[in-house]
């Protein structure tokens, strides 16, 4: 016969695993969160005294497993077509001959519901890449004009990752590495400063950046060991600026290969915003919100952990890749990268343009973002 001590010993093992079962049934089960959004992106070209040609490429939005585009409509002065450039975007295209007006305006908008990118990472579960299978993703291992891999970065990469060929593995100490030390430029406004083009070589030099030298670095770090790279390139859609009609600049991100798991997407530099200590002053606090997805609310480690391999819901994807080569072609050179438009003006690029960029939240969205 079971004592009364035995027997209730045994009803709290019992309460223990039950306990755990649901709480392990709980992780499983939680859904990615999701937000809906009606967006507006409007550009403004200038058009120079006696030009002759003005042709402008504008980012559209990308549909993929997790943004669905819906009412899409484009309104401008001129005609508008569509096609894709080098790296597989869809791009919007317009070309003005001899133009009688000062500016070409084009404007678009869609609905846009996106989904929250979850992974729980386990090294298990891939294994080293083959030579064939980087020969079949080869031009995702190779650098471009912004994006080096010499021997500087071939040896730092090794001594990163310490022979480690795990991909998983791998990235995470390249990832772990860059948040300890590259500090985004928005701490520290005064003293700190980004590359105005996403450069690999400034970022390691200067040891500061945006999020395009940050990902510029750690993408050059992981072409160097062998693991394919994508960088990704969108507009945060913040709740502080819902319904604001402003320029609203751009982000990035990343996305790495691992056999049998596949495309994997990070964020290092907003790990790096949370994840790291820094004074929150009247300088840099609004550069800070700005930074993020929905608001800065003070140091937070375990979002270091959950922008490996995750990524919140308040995003649109306006192009992947670097050194883009358009359809139809531009004349003035490979294109750095498309998180806005592109412009030529008698075949000679222009930067001459303005953007503002409105969005609003839509109520068939949850827009409780579980990263943020």
Request: proline letters at 6%.
């Amino acid at each position: 016969m079971m004592s009364a001590r035995n027997f209730r010993f045994s009803v709290l093992l019992f309460l223990i695993a039950f306990l755990a079962a649901c709480s392990t049934q709980a992780q499983k089960s939680r859904q990615p969160e999701q937000a809906s959004f009606h967006v507006k992106n409007a550009f403004t070209v200038k058009v120079p005294t006696g030009a002759h040609l003005v042709r402008v490429w504008f980012a559209v939005p990308q549909q993929d497993a997790y943004s669905k585009i819906s009412n899409f409509n484009v309104t401008a002065d001129h005609p508008v077509s569509f096609d894709w450039d080098s790296w597989g975007n869809k791009v919007g295209y317009l070309e003005v001959h001899n133009p009688s007006s000062p500016q070409v305006k084009i404007s678009e908008e869609f609905d846009l519901t996106r989904t929250e990118m979850v992974n729980k990472l386990d090294p298990k579960a891939t294994r080293p890449l083959t030579d064939a299978e980087r020969a079949a993703l080869s031009r995702y291992l190779e650098p471009t004009t912004y994006v080096v891999v010499d021997d500087h970065i071939k040896a730092l990469a090794k001594q990163i990752i310490g022979g480690e060929t795990n991909p998983i593995l791998a990235e995470r100490k390249i990832y772990d590495w860059t948040l300890q030390n590259i500090d985004y430029w928005v701490k520290d406004p005064d003293h700190l400063k980004a590359s105005p083009v996403g450069s690999t070589e400034y970022c390691l030099t200067s040891k500061t950046g945006n999020c395009t030298d940050f990902h510029s670095l750690f993408s050059s770090l992981s072409m160097a060991v062998g693991i394919p790279v994508r960088m990704i390139y969108g507009s945060l859609l913040k709740p502080t600026l819902n319904g604001m009609a402003i320029d609203g600049s751009y982000h990035c991100w990343v996305e790495f290969y691992a056999p049998q798991v596949g495309w994997t997407p990070l964020d290092v530099s907003l790990a790096n915003i949370y994840g790291k200590p820094f004074p929150l002053t009247d300088k840099n606090k609004s550069l800070v919100e700005l930074t993020t997805a929905t608001g800065y609310h003070g140091l937070d480690k375990s979002k270091i952990n959950y922008y490996f391999g995750n990524i919140d819901d308040r995003r649109v994807v306006w192009s992947v890749g670097r050194d883009l080569m358009m359809q139809p072609a531009q004349d003035d050179g490979p294109v750095n990268s498309l998180p806005k438009a592109y412009v030529e003006v008698d075949g000679k690029s222009s930067a001459d343009y303005t953007r503002l960029f409105t969005y609003k939240d839509l109520p068939n969205g949850n827009t409780a973002a579980g990263a943020d």
